[in-house]
T-cell receptor, first 110, second 115 residues
Framework: ELKVEQNPLFLSMQEGKNYTIYCNYS?????LYWYRQDPGKSLESLFV?????AVKQEGRLMASLDTKARLSTLHITAAVHDLSATYFC??????????FGEGTQLTVNP | DTEVTQTPKHLVMGMTNKKSLKCEQH?????MYWYKQKAKKPPELMFV???????INESVPSRFSPECPNSSLLNLHLHALQPEDSALYLC??????????????FGPGTRLTVT
């Protein structure tokens, strides 16, 4: 059974600071997704990581994938309040069956 | 059009009611999904349709009945629900499903409350 663990589950940080969210998974997969969810809203796709060593950046967010270590990271640079949300990683089991991590609730304080 | 739409946005129903949730996409995707998301929890896969046929049922109770009338539409029929079924129901679609994986695009969700 595929398990996906995110940490931390709760993250409170100050504006302007950097931090990293970690996503570990238990079985082989070469496709990992990061989503953002605002309260009461749907999932917004942030990154699709398709292969070992993949690195993608969008604004203040950068995601990477190490399939050998079964680890993905979401790095936040110089956080701003607008980044406050819950971030999920999701790993593909097979045939587009996603298993989600528990989510990291990020709060960026002024 | 890169949008998945869902109706209604909110639904309140009694335990004896029958209602349906609707999902629509016009991206030419051939796989469609239903997820259930409880508050403060990740989405959980319920059903997958591939080429209008049910391909995955994640042991969902029979009070939830999916239907895929055509490649653009996905319904979820609800009957005799329990209060614990109250959740956000998300629909998603992807280019394909069988054999390999494609990015899933999520709709805005239907907030369901069972009284």
């Amino acid at each position: 059974e595929l398990k996906v663990e995110q940490n931390p589950l709760f993250l409170s940080m100050q504006e302007g600071k950097n931090y990293t969210i970690y996503c570990n998974y238990s079985t082989t997969s070469d496709r990992l997704y990061w989503y953002r969810q605002d309260p009461g809203k749907s999932l917004e796709s942030l990154f699709v990581l398709l292969s070992n060593g993949a690195v993608k950046q969008e604004g203040r967010l950068m995601a990477s994938l190490d399939t050998k270590a079964r680890l993905s990271t979401l790095h936040i640079t110089a956080a701003v309040h607008d980044l406050s949300a819950t971030y999920f990683c999701a790993v593909d089991r097979w045939g587009s069956r996603l298993t989600f991590g528990e989510g990291t609730q990020l709060t960026v304080n002024p | 059009d890169t949008e998945v739409t869902q109706t209604p946005k909110h639904l309140v129903m009694g335990m004896t009611n029958k209602k349906s949730l609707k999902c629509e996409q016009h991206m030419g995707h051939r796989a469609m999904y239903w997820y259930k998301q409880k508050a403060k929890k990740p989405p959980e896969l319920m059903f997958v349709y591939s080429y209008e046929k049910l391909s995955i049922n994640e042991s969902v109770p029979s009070r939830f009945s999916p239907e895929c009338p055509n490649s653009s539409l996905l319904n979820l029929h609800l009957h005799a629900l329990q209060p614990e079924d109250s959740a956000l129901y998300l629909c998603a679609s992807s280019q394909d499903q069988a054999g390999r994986s494609y990015e899933q695009y999520f709709g805005p969700g239907t907030r369901l409350t069972v009284t």
